[in-house]
């Protein structure tokens, strides 16, 4: 269900996009300082998966504390797939000031993973461990970047 209405949804934004762009004038295209109720809403679409993302963190942790590195890195490759692509899209949409550092705290946080799977990969439990301390960090950086209306 959600699946079928979010291409609709991003129709919408895109069509209505287009409208306010041609409707004004592209010389004093100002730059939003401040995020509009209806900005957050349309932001909101995309955070609940990174917010429910970041409490099935705690099932990474578990994977890591108990050594079962077969489900860390099953865990890596898959759910944490759909989170790049939602972070890259709500990095795009924060705002000006916004996006630069959401892109990068997001880029940092997939690094960790990455060094999280490569410390599965070697059964070293230390390293696993402190990357996903990092990782934690930067998740928690990057979800303080994006309003929320709940
Ligand atoms: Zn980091």
Redesign the pocket.
Known sequence: MKNLFRPLLCLILVFTTTLLVSCGSPTKAKIPTVYTPEKIAQLQEYRIPIAEAREQMSTLKEFIDTENWVNTRTFIHGPLGELRQNMAIVARKLLPKDQKPAQQ?AK??F??FERIDAAAKQRNSISAKNEYS??I??FDAYLNLVPSNS
């Open positions: 705290v940092e946080l690094g960790h990092e990782a960090k930067d």
